[in-house]
């Protein structure tokens, strides 16, 4: 079993819709828990951070972590084009405290 | 612009070549990492240096090596290149020795072997 596992897509909703991105994992040693977005030709950048269980909000964005089902979402509300990318989840506080990513879920956002 | 500089931004070259990538960090930052990302693979994580030390290694090729200047810049060494090391690699930096609180990635180096 991969340490993370994330759905790779594509993903295409209409826009306006609300979007929700998952991640699971099976390290019970990660506390960390990240939201990467990375558009085409470029680098990840940070969108969200949320350490342990909870739920944290940022504008459009929600970030949840359940520890207890080794689960993480990321919401995203009213969806615009521009929000097209790929989602990567990461994660850690493992032995050697790295950041393990998932492998990213295309995104769509259909005008 | 994210403050982290990697160059060059495309590189091709012949299988059984060498070549080298160059990252400099966003400004106070001690820690680099290297990534590799490919299409199967997702990010991997490839070695990190902390303050000129490495500080972690993850699944880096003997045929791969680094290292951390004084001034912080890194350089990633990849030698004896093989079709298959075709890929993005990313530098990330971060204030702190683990990365806790996230890194902040350069837009990468696509490295196309033929």
């Known amino acids: 079993q991969k340490e993370v596992e994330q759905d790779p897509g594509p993903l295409s909703v209409p826009e306006g819709a609300i979007v929700s991105l998952n991640c699971t994992y099976s390290?019970?040693?990660?506390?960390?828990f990240m939201w990467y977005r990375q558009y085409s030709r470029k680098g990840p950048e940070l969108l969200m951070y949320?350490?342990?269980?909870g739920n944290k909000e940022d504008g459009r964005f929600t970030a949840q972590v359940d520890k207890s089902s080794k689960y993480i979402s990321l919401f995203i509300r009213d969806s615009q084009p521009s929000d097209s990318a790929t989602y990567l989840c990461?994660?850690?506080?493992?032995?050697?405290?790295?950041?393990?990513f998932g492998k990213g879920t295309r995104l769509h956002i259909l005008p | 612009d994210s403050g982290v500089t990697q160059t060059p931004k495309h590189l091709i070259t012949a299988t059984g070549q060498r070549v080298t990538l160059r990252c400099s960090p966003r400004?106070?930052?001690?820690?680099v990492y290297w990534y590799q990302q490919s299409l199967d693979q997702g990010l991997q994580f490839l070695i990190q240096?902390?303050?000129?030390?490495?500080?972690a290694k993850g699944n880096i090729l003997e045929r791969f090596s680094a290292q951390q200047f004084p001034d912080l810049h890194s350089e990633l060494n990849l030698s004896s290149l093989e079709l298959g090391d075709s890929a993005l690699y990313f530098c990330?930096?971060?204030?702190?020795?683990?990365?806790?609180?996230?890194?902040?990635f350069g837009s990468g180096t696509r490295l196309t072997v033929v």
């Open positions: 400004s106070g930052d001690l820690s």
């Open positions: 949320t350490y342990s269980s």
């Open positions: 390290n019970s040693a990660f506390q960390y």
């Open positions: 240096y902390y303050n000129g030390e490495e500080r």
């Open positions: 990330a930096s971060s204030t702190r020795r683990t990365g806790r609180d996230g890194y902040t």
């Open positions: 990461a994660m850690s506080g493992g032995r050697d405290d790295k950041i393990i």
